[in-house]
């Protein structure tokens, strides 16, 4: 994360918003480039467009944009559009939480970009400090194969990176399932063998990252109720979460993690995919295209 050098930022038609506030934020601390997503469907927000670029350049941040005429929450396929037209390297785009029963007629359009992202993207729900506070990042430590395992990887170097940048405290939640734990010692209690099979997963990032036993949560799943509750718990003023997504039908059914936990955070989420991470692990560190 410590070698982008361009942002895409998606925002409302109004003079402040949460995610261009942080994208303001990044952009000085990572001495970055912004671009602005103007998304309004039913007027000509030029006007505010040039506003925003020349509050942005007088707080020291060097920044271009444009207008799509699309509604902020119908933005997706624009802002996926115009991430690889520009070349960014993360994407930052406010959040509105849905309804349940909007969920239900149709997919929220914050879930293509969960899905598609070719970037890691943040989805900002508050405008909480991050300054000082608690990043919680979510690993699924009983999936081994290659995309998790990579995954795994790319959300604590972010996490970590964000924690330096910003002065914050890291966590860590795994959820387990005990239906896939292998077969425990027969001397052992179930609690015994969850607690033995976890910490054993969790080695590799505890010592690379020198994380504090205290600051690991390990519970008994689902991940979507337990990554919520743990942020919750701790005022995480950040998520950070892999995402391998799902398409058609078994997107439709079973959705993922991040999908869920969206819109039960209180705090703002950075979320990884299987394309943003390959795509990190390929470009040389410190040579990003601008």
Not at 25 to 42: F, W
Not at 143 to 157: F, I, K, N, P
Not at 259 to 270: I, Q, S, T, W
Request: net charge negative; charged share 20%.
């Amino acid at each position: 994360m410590h070698s982008i050098t361009k942002i895409l930022v998606a925002v409302p038609p109004t003079l402040e918003s949460p995610a261009l506030e942080r994208g303001r934020q990044l952009a000085l601390k990572l001495d970055a480039n912004l671009h602005l997503l103007l998304c309004d469907a039913n007027a000509d927000p030029s006007r505010v467009l040039d506003q925003l670029l020349v509050g942005l350049l007088r707080s020291g941040v060097h920044a271009r944009g444009e207008v799509a005429p699309v509604d902020i929450d119908h933005a997706s396929a624009a802002v996926m559009a115009v991430c690889r037209a520009q070349r960014c390297d993360l994407i930052i785009k406010q959040h509105k939480p849905g309804g349940r029963l909007s969920h239900l007629l149709m997919t929220p359009d914050d879930w293509q970009l969960l899905r598609q992202a070719p970037t890691p993207l943040f989805l900002i729900r508050s405008g909480r400090d991050w300054e000082g506070g608690t990043v919680l990042a979510g690993m699924d430590v009983e999936h081994q194969d290659a995309a998790h395992v990579t995954l795994q990887g790319s959300v604590m170097e972010h996490a970590s990176f964000l924690c330096g940048l910003f002065r914050t405290s890291l966590h860590v939640v795994s959820a387990y399932s005990p239906a896939l734990l292998p077969q425990a010692d027969p001397t052992q209690t179930i609690d015994q063998a969850v607690a033995s099979h976890c910490q054993d997963q969790c080695q590799w990032f505890m010592q690379e990252y020198e994380l504090p036993r205290h600051r690991l949560h390990i519970g008994e799943g689902p991940a979507r109720t337990l990554i919520p509750q743990v942020a919750r718990e701790f005022e995480a003023v950040l998520t950070v979460l892999g995402t391998v997504g799902r398409e058609g039908v078994a997107g439709m059914l079973v959705g993922n993690t991040a999908e869920a936990v969206l819109d039960h955070l209180e705090g703002d989420l950075l979320v990884i995919t299987p394309m943003a991470a390959s795509r990190e692990q390929s470009e040389p560190a410190g040579h990003r295209a601008a």
